[in-house]
T-cell receptor, first 115, second 113 residues
């Protein structure tokens, strides 16, 4: 049981490049989400999904796209990377999509640097 | 959105009980209160969740008064390994009827020997 797996762990991009951050969970969780965490800051919600085929925007969605074609996978796409997107990205999942949960399981993060 | 307010940082010594209070004046009827712990270079880890009164597990206790406008995370007899950032979250229903989790800045707890 791997939990939430994020790849890659580290990535350096040039301004204007695009890439996809991968997130996969093997716990049959309905709910999945993406956060970014800047140095010394809390986590900010980018996008989330309450099930396959359903996504919605979080606090800071601009510059990012998501899709949820399967229960297991929730990739995050950076359309045209900018230095302001330099951050650590965390993917999380939960069995329940409602307010009462057993807690979100987080991946180990992807550290992205845009130069 | 229910917004939370926590102290930015706290210091403690090993063996002491630590209480971290979170203010959430705009909490909604259906909202639950959840606390997470985050170590450097790791994702947050679920600690405890509650709706009202008191909840206790093997790691911590959560105290919620009747008006639910605040909550207190209690860590008994902390050790050096409890040095981390602690986040208080309050649930919110997103546009598609889902659950939008909003993290605040958290409280940095530093445990000294």
């Amino acid at each position: 049981n791997a939990g939430v797996t994020q790849t890659p762990k580290f990535q350096v991009l040039k301004t204007g490049q695009s890439m996809t951050l991968q997130c996969a969970q093997d716990m049959n969780h309905e709910y999945m989400s993406w956060y970014r965490q800047d140095p010394g800051m809390g986590l900010r919600l980018i996008h989330y999904s309450v099930g396959a085929g359903i996504t919605d925007q979080g606090e800071v969605p601009n510059g990012y796209n998501v899709s949820r074609s399967t229960t297991e996978d929730f990739p995050l796409r950076l359309l045209s990377a900018a230095p302001s997107q330099t951050s650590v990205y965390f993917c999380a999942s939960s069995y329940h999509a409602g307010p009462e949960t057993s807690g979100y399981t987080f991946g180990s993060g992807t550290r992205l640097t845009v130069v | 959105l229910a917004k939370t307010t926590q102290p930015i940082s706290m210091d403690s010594y090993e063996g002491q009980e630590v209480n971290i209070t979170c203010s959430h004046n705009n909490i909604a009827t259906n909202d639950y209160i959840t606390w997470y712990q985050q170590f450097p270079s790791q994702g947050p880890r679920f600690i405890i969740q509650g709706y009202k009164t008191k909840v206790t597990n093997e790691v911590a206790s959560l105290f919620i008064p009747a008006d639910r406008k605040s909550s207190t995370l209690s860590l008994p007899r902390v050790s050096l390994s409890d040095t981390a950032v602690y986040y208080c979250l309050v649930g919110d229903m997103g546009g598609t009827g889902g659950f939008k989790t909003i993290f605040g800045a958290g409280t940095r707890l530093f445990v000294k020997a």
